[in-house]
């Protein structure tokens, strides 16, 4: 993709200051189509980062909706902190682009939160898929993907997804928290994801899960039903179980391959 060759950012957030309200972003991308940051713009993202880790959720969605719409967006696979960011966005701004990746693997139970989710908030998440259906995908590959090379299944059915579904975004949310997984601990607020060529923005980093789940029961958010049959996350229908006592709360994901993540957030992020 290529995007503009600098960021334009908003004077509406105090926290900025005026010589900050352009930060720059390199021309075109590289030969393979990511783009970089120089070392300016990775300190500008640093300073911010630090100053909004004490913020709230809400606070945090507030500066990236300030500072980088309309070329923010939001990817949600309907965890329970999605649909906690989905509750702020529809209170602070509707309008910011949210999509799920799509592998053609979900759960039923996940694509009807959907529907679920547009009833209450009136947000439409768009979901992006990948050019082959399932059907068209194991039949090219002799199979299910997923059973022979789970890091390839999620390259080609989710990673390749976001990069187009990114395609003109300066920046774009997750719902990652670092009480999640050893992989996540050191997830900052705000970063460069190297591997999208994004800013990326985790209003969930500081909060744990009773933290999201009380929020959940207090303002009555709808969640995955999965949830409350012991599926802890919720990914693709193959490669996800519930988990049992004492198990780490990603445990349940690709159980058995020493896979935890699909690769949208390893740490590649600066």
Known sequence: MTPPATLLMSNAATSVPASASQVPVPGPAGSDGIRTITQEGLAWLKEQSLKLEDSSPEEIIR????????????????GPEGCVIIHYLAKIDPSV?????????????????RDRIAERYGVNVELRRPKLSVAEYEAANGGPVYKSDPD???AERKLSVLREA?????????????????????AAIVGWDRKFGLVKISPLANWTKKDVWKLIVDEK???????????????????????TAGE???????????KRECGLHTLESH
């Open 152 to 154: 390839r299944c999620c």
């Open 97 to 113: 682009y949210v999509f799920n990746l799509d592998t053609g693997y979900q759960f039923k139970e996940t694509l009807e939160l």
């Open 221 to 243: 958010i709808p969640y995955n039903p999965l949830h409350d049959q012991g599926y802890t996350s919720i990914g693709c229908w193959p490669c996800t179980r519930a988990v």
């Open 63 to 78: 500066w990236a909706a300030q500072h980088y719409q309309p070329k923010l967006g939001m990817a949600t696979a309907f």
């Open 248 to 258: 780490d709360e990603r445990a349940g994901r690709w159980s058995g391959t020493g």
């Open 166 to 186: 990114s395609t003109g975004l300066n920046a774009w949310m997750s719902g990652i928290r670092r009480d999640q997984s050893s992989d996540r601990a050191k």
